[in-house]
């Protein structure tokens, strides 16, 4: 879109120059500048601050923000709704292409204890980023340009209180509800020997500037489509709703707010991996997988904005469409839930 004069700038979510966890915004201007924003930066990014370099810029009339679902919401709220004026951008002159996200971290610092707990050693090269992918294995990649895939089992139950932001256990917005275009892993099915690097992605077109923004793309040979909804179903397979339930009921961050013990150390490794080789044969796939992922972490931020706002008022920040999934699974919820309560009471 840069290159085509489609927009005159890019919003981005770079790393620091010296270090490549720490997430920068960056106004990209280059194709070089947008492809700094390559990559996950799992902690939080103040990516709006660099919309005051936007609205000073009275070259930027056409703009492509790049973000996850929080700072997508609060830029289409800007102004009362009206970005495009507040930022000095002509009328439809805003594009959105969103990621999924969830379960971000709250600094660098938890990163990096996170990847610690995962048995990343500095020495061996630095992690630059990691996935949690559909093959139930945190997928790495150093600096060095090594790789390492480590199964989720590994982890002590510990760090996952440490290693998410407050903001992301209250969160329902992982599939970037407000962006024309959202691209992700989760619904993509992910084949045998694919990791975080070449595995197939989810792009999600929500209307007919993310139509063009694809189409776009499509014609300019940056994407490739193996598989269109418009045309055939997408793979999908399994049973979402039995491994939501089981997840959420084992979470440790479940089990933490219903005062239950947590688990301080890891599965062995080897005994992981049989796990992780296990699940990927019985778990949902495809679509149902991605489905697995939204509802799972519907059910277990359900329960944690109740704990942390109490009853009424976590209901009110609900929004409906996330009621209506996790209402499917009120028959054991609910005791969940009261156990919640009666802790606050
Ligand atoms: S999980 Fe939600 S609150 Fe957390 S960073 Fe992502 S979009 Fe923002």
Redesign the pocket.
């Known amino acids: 879109m840069l290159l085509d004069g489609v927009v005159d700038a890019v919003v981005v979510t770079a790393a620091k120059e010296d270090d490549d966890l720490a997430p920068a915004p960056l106004l990209a201007r280059t194709p070089e500048e947008v492809l700094r924003g390559r990559g996950v930066k799992p902690s939080?990014?103040p990516a709006l601050s660099i919309l005051d370099e936007v609205a000073a810029d009275a070259s930027i009339k056409r703009l492509l923000f790049c973000g996850?679902?929080?700072?997508?919401?609060a830029l289409r709220s800007l102004n009362g709704g009206d970005p495009e004026a507040a930022l000095g951008l002509e009328a439809g002159g805003l594009f959105v292409m969103g990621t999924h996200?969830?379960?971000?971290s709250p600094t660098v610092e938890a990163n990096r204890g996170f990847l610690q707990a995962l048995g990343e050693r500095p020495a061996e090269g630095a992690a630059a980023r990691y996935e949690f992918m559909a093959d139930f294995q945190v997928h790495v990649d150093r600096a060095d340009g090594t790789t390492s895939k480590s199964p989720y089992m590994v982890l002590p139950g510990t760090v996952a209180k440490a290693s998410?932001?407050p903001?992301?256990l209250?969160?329902?917005?992982?599939v970037?509800g407000a962006a024309d275009l959202v691209v992700g892993y989760m619904g993509a099915p992910l084949n045998r020997g694919e990791s975080m690097r070449n595995a197939l992605l989810q792009v999600t077109v929500r209307n007919p500037k993310g139509a063009a923004m694809l189409g776009r793309a499509e014609r300019a040979g940056t994407v490739v489509i193996e598989a269109d909804s418009r045309v055939a179903p997408l793979p999908t397979s399994g049973d979402r709703g039995k491994t939501a339930k089981a997840t959420t009921q084992a979470d440790s961050i479940v089990l933490e707010m219903l005062g239950e013990a947590v688990r301080d150390k890891g599965m062995p490794r080897p005994l992981a991996k049989v796990l992780a080789f296990v699940l990927r044969r019985v778990a949902p796939k495809g679509l149902e997988f991605a489905k697995y992922s939204i509802e799972y972490h519907f059910l277990r931020n359900d329960l944690a904005s109740r704990d942390a706002w109490g009853t009424k008022r976590a209901l009110s920040q609900m929004p409906a469409y996330a009621k209506a999934i996790v209402a499917q699974h009120d028959e054991w919820m609910d005791e969940l839930r009261e156990r919640i309560a009666a802790k606050r009471d």
């Open positions: 939080l990014s996850v679902g929080c700072s997508v919401q996200c969830v379960d971000n998410i932001a903001s992301c209250t969160c329902f917005d992982y970037n």
